[in-house]
């Protein structure tokens, strides 16, 4: 007989099994594909650079900058900045969030051990048999299975993983943005260097400046007046030094952050000894969608916002859920182990929700108007990356341009300074003309530094903007 009931009870669980495993087939979730990106068309305005498959993000930035201290500096910065250090916690509290979502299709399984004491009121129905109180002892395990019918466990699934690499490309775009502010720092710690160093030899040409004017006064070949304003340039230089050893000092401090380190001075080399990329590949828009971080992950949310519209929908459908319950029930403790205290419970059944506050419409609503935000930020996303390229491209064309100026500016006004100084000392020149030639130099020297550092800043823009950094 029991052998009977044993086999009744098995082939019911294999019958829902089965059934849940047909119904499996019948999914409802929709599979992920971009969507058609019309923004990729003319994305880059470059009217006279080829663009093909190749690309300067996909060369490594160990390649892209050659100059060894600055190297250093980024490898040390990869390793200890505090940003990447919470990126990387930030993954891995998502991958333990994916793997919840793979063990999603697993059964959940529970055990018990419990020791019931029940008083019985004496006048209740069964107070009168159990002379008012009753023992019983447990021993079982629980478990439970849902069957993914409608796709919902595997679009949950795909959601975590899709949150995951979002977290994987948000660790890969703070090593971008970092390599790219570790740069751009210590350039323009070489460039404050070399505007320092001008003004310091400006100072030294001043003073001696202001030992030849009074000269020159002592002789009657100028006033009072020349004598003041020399001594006035030779202050407002001094100044300038100062301002530029402030912004040295704060520029270092910023350099130290970036390294995760404590306030201090750094070896470096010399603005002028900088190699400048001259083969600027930005390759075809659509590598921007493989090539940079925050797009990677601005598409990973969309398909996270995807399968979790996958899961609402779901929702109005019925699920399937098989429970089973096993184990030891026994009155008396001693007899709790023995063979007639098993029992066993298998319940299989579908659960159609009709009527829920509107709960599952209004998840349904909400999933659908996220999915559509994800959607628009990964275009804009697609649109301020086409911006920054074109930006840093425009920029590198422009300051290459004024360059080439400003090295002539230079030339021009030393050449002004040296003959109104000699007209001055021959008494054929006013002083102003040879005040004015010199403070329009120091200005010139100083444009053409900036005007380097600006090449060289935005070669680092358009690498960043392009995607590199992180491979």
């Known amino acids: 007989m029991k052998s009977i009931i044993k086999h009744k009870f098995f082939g019911k669980a294999v019958l829902i099994i089965v059934m849940a495993f047909t119904l499996q087939s019948c999914f409802v979730a929709k599979s992920y594909e971009r969507p058609t990106l019309n923004e990729t068309q003319n994305l880059f305005r470059t009217d006279h650079l080829p663009t093909d498959s190749l690309s300067m993000a996909d060369v490594s930035w160990k390649s892209m900058f050659t100059d060894p201290y600055l190297n250093d500096y980024i490898d040390e910065g990869l390793e200890n900045n505090i940003d990447i250090r919470v990126a990387i916690q930030q993954i891995v509290a998502a991958e333990a969030y994916l793997k919840q979502g793979k063990a999603g299709y697993l059964p959940t399984l529970n055990a018990k051990a419990a020791m019931t004491h029940q008083e019985l009121a004496r006048n209740s129905q069964f107070g009168s048999f159990f002379n008012g109180a009753l023992d ?86 100028v006033n009072q007046v020349a004598v003041d304003q020399n001594i006035a340039q030779y202050n407002n230089a001094k100044a300038l030094q100062v301002d530029l050893e402030t912004a040295i000092f704060k520029t270092e401090n910023t350099l130290s952050i970036l390294l995760g380190k404590t306030p201090q001075s750094f070896e470096r080399s010399d603005i002028n000894a900088q190699v400048m990329e001259s083969d600027l590949k930005l390759g075809v828009p659509a590598t921007l ?108 064309k422009a300051e290459t341009k004024k360059f080439e100026y400003r090295q002539n500016e230079v030339e021009a006004l030393r050449n002004a300074e040296s003959n109104s100084e000699e007209l001055l000392k021959n008494g054929y020149a006013n002083y102003l003309d040879l005040l004015t030639a010199r403070q329009s130099e120091l200005s010139a020297e100083l444009n053409v530094i900036d005007s380097k550092l600006q090449q060289l800043l935005s070669v680092v823009n358009l690498y960043e903007a392009l995607g590199g950094g992180w491979k």
Do not use: C
Not at 159 to 185: C, D, E, G, P, R
Not at 187 to 212: G, H, M, N, P
Not at 352 to 369: D, G, L, S, W
């Open 136 to 221: 019983q002892y447990e021993l079982s395990g629980a478990l439970s299975w849902e069957a993914d019918i409608w796709g919902k466990i595997r679009s949950n699934k795909r959601a975590f993983q899709a949150s995951y690499l979002k977290s994987v490309a948000a660790h890969q775009a703070v090593k971008t943005q970092l390599v790219s502010s570790i740069a751009s720092t210590y350039y323009q710690l070489l460039a404050l260097d070399a505007q320092l160093a001008i003004t310091k030899q400006t100072i030294a040409t001043r003073e001696s400046s202001v030992e030849t004017i009074q000269a020159l006064k002592d002789a009657g070949q």
């Open 289 to 396: 969608l493989s090539n940079r971080p925050d797009l990677m992950a601005a598409e990973y949310n969309l398909i996270q916002s995807f399968e979790l519209t996958n899961v609402a929908r779901s929702n109005f459908y019925p699920s399937l859920t098989l429970t089973a319950t096993g184990g030891f029930q026994s009155l008396d403790l001693d007899q709790l182990l023995n063979a007639n205290s098993l029992f066993a419970t298998i319940v299989g059944g579908l659960t159609q929700p009709i009527f829920n506050q509107r709960k599952i419409k209004t998840q349904n609503e909400v999933a659908k108007a996220q999915q559509e935000e994800a959607l628009l930020n990964f275009k804009k996303s697609l649109l301020v990356a086409g911006n920054e390229v074109s930006n840093a491209l425009y920029t590198y």
